[in-house]
């Protein structure tokens, strides 16, 4: 019998050996958007994750659709809560029965490009030195307008962290760094990521972005954001009250002012003139956006 050869390119050789990559999805009764979420982490070309849906208390016959998305694909796990507990705590409880050595988190309501897990871990590899991998997202405010960051490959500090939430709502790391800091703060309703984020970067060390845009946040539905909610207000002077004690003067001023900007709906004449000159482009576009009718 003919032998046949088959050559394994370097990329399957990579997915052969590859490391376990989690992913957690909470989710509270919007299973519209959640199947739109775990269809986009399982189209990764970077094909070894596990994706875990942490269902935070849903109505019963959500649920049973999430029974029956999770047998749709062998990679996807779920933990259903019989009451909601909210976001921080679904995040947790998918962590806590993670199996991979990597982990990165996914909204319900947002969505992975294809490339975005593969793209961590190339970047995880040149960069093992740092604590995480980061990226850049697109933001759909509606229909008309899309926003889409555009930040450089850079190493992001403690001092600099400690301005603002310079990384955005997801980043990636090892597994036993997220349990390490205690997951996320349960007392949180909002600003979650950025506390979870300054507790990891100051226990671990620096992080590093990548300046590819790979994550789609969607603003574009009519479910609410925690952004959008007076549970913003709460996050914002919980987390600095928390962390004030690590703050220099300029990064205390930074705090006031986007708490300012997205807490208190200022007009721009009444902002500025309470603004370091250094944050007076951020103002400006912000409120801009809003004179022009969008939710920002």
């Known amino acids: 019998m003919k032998q046949v050869a088959i050559c394994i390119g370097p990329e399957e050789r990579m997915q052969e050996t590859a490391d376990l990559v989690s992913i957690y999805i909470p989710t509270c009764n919007r299973f519209d958007l959640l199947q739109r979420a775990v269809a986009s982490c399982l ?39 019989a009451e909601s507990r909210g976001a921080c705590a679904a995040r947790n409880n998918a962590i806590a029965i993670a199996q991979g050595k990597f982990v990165t988190g996914l909204d319900d309501d947002d969505e ?65 760094s997220m349990k390490a800091i205690g997951g996320f703060d349960e007392e949180l309703q909002a600003r979650q990521d950025y506390d979870a984020w300054i507790r990891l970067v100051a226990k671990f060390g620096p992080g590093y972005r990548i300046s590819d845009v790979s994550y789609v946040i969607h603003q574009d539905h009519s479910y609410e954001r925690i952004s959008n909610s007076s549970r913003r207000v709460q996050g914002y002077d919980y987390v600095y009250k928390k962390h004030e004690h690590k703050m220099n003067s300029a990064q205390k001023a930074s705090h006031k002012f986007y708490r300012c900007l997205y807490t208190e709906n ?28 969008y939710k920002v």
């Open 43 to 81: 189209a990764q070309t970077y094909t070894n994750i596990e994706v875990i849906i942490s269902d935070d208390g849903s109505e019963p016959s959500v649920q049973e659709k999430i029974k029956q998305l999770a047998l749709s694909d062998n990679r996807i796990k779920l933990v259903l809560s």
């Open 112 to 176: 992975f490009k294809p490339h975005r897990i593969e793209s961590f871990i190339k970047a995880w590899s040149a960069r093992a030195d740092m604590s995480f991998i980061s990226a850049n997202s697109c933001i759909y405010i509606d229909d008309s307008l899309k926003l889409t960051s555009r930040k450089k490959n850079a190493v992001i500090t403690l001092q600099e962290l400690l301005h603002t939430n310079v990384i955005g709502n997801q980043l990636f790391t090892l597994l036993s």
């Open 266 to 293: 200022p007009t721009l004449f009444a902002l500025l003139a309470k603004t370091p000159l250094r944050l007076w482009p951020v103002a400006i576009k912000v409120i801009s956006l809003r004179m022009l009718g």
